[in-house]
């Protein structure tokens, strides 16, 4: 009922779905037939009526990472058919729905593939790494309390919108697994730059780009090389700009640096 | 039991700031003594860790997801209130003090409700600080937009993810302390039961999510802020692993339960669409401020529309009933949640609503783009549209969007005195996970306020209360209370691998969510309830009798973690259903249909309920205890509530 095509035919399709025990097996692509799929399902409830289904039949249920299915939590992942979040532009899995396949379609859902991103089981992938470059400088350094009327900051309409922008990252990985690198500068490019552009951000701007490039580094990530995959394959249009900000942060905390660790 | 709910004395304007020099502090050199756990980093868990990380105290932060970011608080899109008075249109602290108990249908804590107020001013001071990026004019200062139940301009935001930012600044000051050293975080780590020793909570067990191994955690004192169990009606707006878990099983261990039936049953949700559905979503409430909610005049005209013999721009403006303007010409589109949602249930129960199924009305743009220009309109509310227009595959810029009521929050929760604090000493209940702020009727951009109030503001102060009366000395993790608790969830874990039904956990979920929707919802009678009673007594035999769960117990099992939460909320449901019963007024989002004005409004009952109905387990299948906590009211008047 709802959608614009209420008559819409249910899809058949053949899923090829990554399967891996755990961290430490080997896995393997694994195929499903999937019958009765409405187009008005989203991809995520599509994989609900197969798990459903394999656990009618006592198999295990495909493992998979989601949460809000809004589109904001950034936990689902999937690379569906070769692309981050399948093949709508700005749409996380959770958000793409089943009118965008056609019936006798077959779909790869593979899981995020990066060095720094392990396989827990089947798609579901640790991102820790992304946790723990936040915390390197991911931040600005105030305590609870004692901090002045909100204000009496007063930032300029773009300079916030522009911060903005940077700031709706959702932390989900496309970026890194859209990348033949694995790289992760889009994501760390996102947080440096919203807060280097906001007044608050700019006392710590050189420790913060110092120390969160030396965590990416740590964690494994792989090096830019600008293709701009990320920024095409990312959900909420995290723009590229980022990254070239990124950059400037860079190479002048370098070479004025103040990072005394 | 007799429920001591710790308010100060003294006038109201004065009660948080007598306490706060009242109430005793642990110097800086001892907070380093002293382990709190937090379970839940959403906007109350995680300002709460970070808070008490900046004191000294040692914290450790747990949440099921994979990352603290995830929390549900997240998906909050509209606002956050904060009686700042930047718009000069009349707001003060006694303004958002007054309109919540009034929206909460006077069913909360006066003095819980003034504090919030009170200190809603700091939030928005602390959030800017740490960079979070509300929405500005052009002079470079802060934006407001209204929302319901307010006549003034309050409510501050970020687009249309208001939430995702708050948490994000949240977030940021939990990585600061993780980075130093204070707080530790254990992502994928899901608390399966509360610990006591000597009568209070000395620690909790959990499942790591990824080994499937259970293990302890020590503490002095621990603070659950694991949200609402809106998902007890399997379909919400609630995130899929949202649930009630932790906090019932506190419960079971004897912190009382407040106010179970308070439900929040959103206006602005887009419809169901088919039986595959696995949650619904909402539009934010701050689209009433430009859209027009109606429905055709006539069932006959609802009819044909229905058939698809008409489209909806082929009814004329004549023919169209803007009911919510009609019936409350002083808030119109803006009346509360509870009084729009129950309007369109009115409606479409009366044969006029809109869709195939006919459980939708309009929420209508075509006045505001005439008005101020889509761009205009795209610039407040694009990524909505968008949202909308993804799901639906239906452009809301050429038709009205189809919304319905879905559940949404929770304003019940366990029981907290003054301080924060639940029955079980040592026990603390921040954000939605307690009952305290919002009565019967939470008001929009109010949840986000709560949130960060109870987390940076309130709970690193009392917290300190408690502690300095306790001994610095640890439980160790192979206390015989730990290594029990650990056996119990061992056992049950088993138990519900060893039943190998031919059931599926999702089918027990929906059938329950069912009961609990068609008979708990958005009107509840008397017949319905004990009906509704009586099913989910079979639901809860059904699932332990025939529900399969697949795997085994020692890896990554998400069908084992959906059994846990589903068994916990069939026994909540069955409280939720008890406490309606008990509760035979309307009030707020609780609509008896026994209890209602000539008009169909909520009609309260103030001389019989004006309390907090706090229930004490007394084991599954038996009944519990009721317990009240009598409302006082010194500074608001008791009327009935009109947005007329």
């Not at chain 1, 773009?158 to 992760?184: M, R």
């Not at chain 2, 948080?16 to 379970?39: G, S």
């Not at chain 2, 917290?463 to 001994?471: C, F, Q, S, V």
């Amino acid at each position: 009922m709802a959608g614009s095509n209420p008559n819409a035919k249910p899809m058949s399709l053949t899923l090829k779905v990554w399967r891996q025990k755990n961290r430490d097996t080997a896995g393997q692509m694994v195929t499903y037939p999937v019958k009765n799929v409405s187009p008005d399902m989203s991809f995520l409830e599509m994989l609900d009526v197969l798990n459903d289904d394999l656990e009618v039949r006592n198999e295990e249920p495909i493992a998979f990472d989601h949460d809000c299915r809004e589109g904001i939590c950034g936990a689902c992942s999937l690379f569906i058919n070769g692309r981050a979040h399948g093949p709508e532009r700005g749409t996380t899995t959770c958000q793409l729905h089943m009118r965008h396949f056609k019936d006798g379609d077959t779909i790869t859902i593979e899981p995020w593939r990066a060095a720094a991103f392990p396989v827990h089981k089947d798609l579901v992938v640790d991102r820790s790494a992304f946790d723990r470059i936040q915390q390197a400088g991911g931040y600005i350094s105030v305590n609870t309390g004692g901090v002045p009327d909100a204000n009496e900051i007063p930032i300029p309409k773009t300079v916030a919108d522009k911060a903005f922008d940077a700031a709706t990252c959702i932390q989900c990985g496309a970026c890194v697994a859209a990348c033949k690198n694995a790289s992760a500068m889009l994501f760390v490019s996102a947080k440096v730059s919203q807060l280097a552009l906001l007044p608050q951000g700019k006392t710590e701007r050189k420790t913060r780009v110092e120390n969160m490039v030396a965590q990416m580094d740590i964690e494994g990530f792989g090096a830019c090389t600008n293709t701009g995959a990320c920024a095409a394959e990312c959900p909420v249009g995290i723009s590229l700009e980022n990254i070239n900000k990124l950059r400037r942060e860079f190479i002048v905390a370098k070479a004025t640096s103040e990072n005394i660790a | 039991m007799i429920l001591d709910s710790k308010i100060p004395e003294g006038p109201v304007a004065e009660k948080w700031d007598k306490h706060k020099f009242n109430v005793k502090l642990v110097n800086p050199a001892n907070k380093r003594k002293y382990d709190i756990i937090v379970v839940g980093t959403g906007l109350a868990g995680a300002s709460a860790a970070a808070t008490l990380g900046e004191l000294g105290y040692n914290v450790k932060a747990f949440c099921f997801q994979d990352s603290p970011r995830r929390a549900h608080s997240i998906a909050a899109q509209g606002g956050i209130n904060a009686a700042k008075n930047y718009q000069n249109d009349g707001d003060s602290v006694f303004r958002l003090f007054y309109d919540t108990v009034k929206g909460g249908d006077y069913r909360s804590r006066e003095a819980n409700v003034y504090r919030l107020a009170q200190v809603s001013v700091n939030i928005i001071d602390q959030c800017v600080a740490q960079g979070v990026p509300f929405a500005r004019d052009y002079g470079g200062l802060l934006a407001n937009r209204s929302f319901g139940g307010a006549q003034v301009s309050r409510t501050f935001y970020a687009r249309g993810q208001t939430g995702q930012q708050l948490l994000l600044g949240a977030y940021s000051a939990l990585n600061r302390q993780v980075a130093y050293g204070k707080v530790k975080v254990f992502p994928r780590t899901e608390m399966l039961d509360l610990v006591m020793v000597d009568g209070k909570a000395r620690g909790i067990v959990v499942r790591n999510l990824i080994t499937g191994k259970i293990e302890s955690h020590s503490a002095h004192a621990v603070i659950l802020a694991t949200g609402g169990y809106g998902n007890v009606f399997f379909l919400s707006t609630n995130a899929m692993g949202s649930n009630a878990t932790a906090a019932w099983r506190a419960y079971k261990k004897g912190a009382l339960f407040a106010n179970p039936c308070f439900t929040q049953i959103h206006p602005t949700c887009i419809p169901v669409s088919g039986e595959y559905q696995s949650k619904l979503t909402l539009m934010s409430e701050s689209l009433r401020n430009d859209g027009r909610v109606w429905v055709p005049k006539t069932v006959e005209m609802a009819q044909r529309l229905r058939k698809g013999e008409i489209t909806v721009n082929d009814i004329a403006e004549a023919d169209r009933d803007y009911y919510l303007e009609r019936k409350y010409p002083a808030f119109g589109n803006l009346v509360p949640r509870d009084v729009a949602s129950r309007n369109a249930k009115l409606v479409c129960d009366e044969g006029r609503g809109v869709g195939s199924s006919g459980l939708a009305v309009y929420l209508d743009f075509a006045d505001a783009i005439k008005r101020e220009g889509q761009a205009a309109i795209a610039a407040k509310y694009g990524n909505l549209f968008e949202m909308y227009a993804k799901i639906t595959d239906e452009n809301p810029y050429e038709k009205p969007m189809r919304i319905y009521p879905a559940v949404h929050y929770t304003m019940g929760g366990l029981w907290v005195d003054y301080n924060l604090m639940t029955t079980v000493p040592g026990l603390y209940a921040a954000g939605e996970c307690n009952f305290s702020d919002h009565g019967a009727n939470r008001l929009g951009a109010s949840a986000l306020m709560q949130g960060l109030a109870d987390g940076y503001f309130v709970i690193p102060y009392t917290i300190g209360d408690y502690l300095a009366k306790m001994p610095y000395d640890k439980v160790p993790t192979d206390h015989p209370a730990f290594r029990e608790a650990e056996q119990a969830v061992i056992d049950k874990n088993n138990q519900l691998l060893a039943i190998q039904g031919t059931r599926t956990v999702d089918s027990f979920h929906k059938e329950l969510g069912l009961i609990m929707w068609e008979h708990c919802g958005m009107a509840r009678n008397e017949e319905g309830l004990r009906f509704a009673k009586q099913e989910i007594r079979r639901v809860r035999e059904a699932f332990w009798r025939d529900v399969k769960v697949t795997g085994v117990g020692e890896e990554l099992n998400q069908t084992l973690e959906r059994a846990n939460r589903v068994a916990d909320f069939i026994e909540l449901a069955e409280l939720m259903v008890d406490d309606a019963q008990s509760r035979k007024e309307s009030c707020g989002g609780h609509f008896r249909e026994e209890s209602q004005t000539p008009e169909n409004e909520a009609l309260r009952d103030d001389e019989n309920y004006a309390y907090v109905a706090a229930w004490e387990f007394t084991g599954v299948g038996n009944e519990p205890r009721l317990h009240r906590e009598d409302l006082e009211f010194e500074n608001v008047k008791l009327t009935q509530r009109s947005y007329k």
